[in-house]
């Protein structure tokens, strides 16, 4: 169903560009600043997202943008993801304050966002954009490093995968690599140069194995995130 539902966009979107506008088609690359969000619900709290897992990061990629009739069109992109974020030094709860525990959250991923849009033309080759549109995401780097550090402040790290763990046992891992998210945003775009920023609500589970056999709870999570690029169109058809 996810694959279908893929083709279907991409379908949409090529039978788009056939028909674009003459001297409205663009080519071009963006970079910009991007924040996943990965919201979880606890056994304490099963209907709220309390948990939430936030890191910071860079995306980079390529972006084709055609105006199909009076402002309205569609935007392709395709996106590296890279982000991190490390938590602050917490205290042993012995005598002493160590050994000390920190985690490191890494995330790495490919994204096509399909987005439909309308720009508004404000003056001279100046416009306001308003898009949404499906994002499909590919996670091939989700992973949790914890450190321990010791009096004499020798460090050791743990490296677990979120694609590897099994915390009910029975076989399934408990996240998937593939999310699907709906984006939202706007942006301004003066000739060739744009600034665009945007909010992802993830729309199916994160999880692989929703059911956890050993708490008996069903799991509930989402894959959100928002972002900040600028970009510059460097070929015009």
Known sequence: MKHKLMLMWLALAWCATLFAQDDMQHFGMQIGFQRPLLREATAAEPK???NVTSMNGLRVGLVYDATLIKGFGVSLALNYNV???YTA???GSGLTKYPQ???QYVMQSIELPIDWQYKFEIAKQTYVIVYTGPAFEYLFTFKQNSYSRTYDQKVTRVSDSYFDYDTDLDSQCDYRQFNLK???GGGVQFQNYF???GYDFGIISPYNDRYNSLLDIERHGRF????VRAGIYFMNF
């Open 195 to 197: 600034i665009r920023a």
């Open 48 to 50: 709220k997202l309390s």
């Open 182 to 184: 709906w984006s939202v």
């Open 83 to 85: 982000a991190s974020r």
């Open 224 to 227: 959100d995130g928002w972002n």
């Open 89 to 91: 030094w917490q205290d």
């Open 101 to 103: 525990t920190r985690r």
